[in-house]
């Protein structure tokens, strides 16, 4: 790592905010378990698409139950990126040094292009018989998102 990097997140471990989960322990519990709640809305509503994509709970159709779990997963994401960043500030120099961390990056960057990838084919959610490379979508997201959140787990062992 470049000397100029180091200092960024350096000076990043000193925004007022990290100083802050760093100083009160309950509030980085907070900042922690609005995170993991966060990682449950993604991950229970993205889990439910790519199931029923992959043809489990046919009695509901697609186009019925996609835009809402679409905005959980969404909702979900963005705050999980917003708490993920600020528990990040903590201990930055740490985290990138942290090859499960860096693997989580990875694995998140993959889900999200997964994920626009199948929501730019949007033909999926209105036919009665889902495609094959919907089908590939839907178990790619599954193991990668499955994967993101062990290799977040991972984090704190090493």
Not at 59 to 88: C, D, E, K
Not at 109 to 137: D, H, M, P, T, Y
């Amino acid at each position: 790592m470049s000397s100029g990097f180091v200092e960024l997140l350096q000076g990043l471990s000193e925004w007022p905010v990290a100083v802050l989960l760093r100083r009160y322990q309950i509030a980085y519990l907070i900042a922690n378990a609005v995170h993991i709640i966060s990682v449950g809305l993604l991950i229970g509503a993205i889990v439910t698409l790519d199931l029923r994509i992959l043809g489990l709970f046919k009695q509901y159709p697609v186009n019925m139950l996609a835009p809402p779990l679409i905005r959980v997963a969404a909702t979900g994401i963005a705050l999980a990126m917003m708490t993920g960043f600020i528990l990040f500030t903590v201990r930055p120099v740490a985290y990138v040094n942290n090859p499960a961390f860096l693997a989580k990056l990875a694995l998140i960057a993959l889900g999200l292009g997964n994920a626009l990838l199948l929501s730019r084919s949007r033909s999926w959610r209105f036919e009665k018989q889902v495609s094959g490379g919907a089908r590939i979508a839907a178990l790619i997201s599954l193991t990668v998102w499955i994967c993101a959140v062990i290799a977040g787990r991972w984090i704190g062992f090493i």
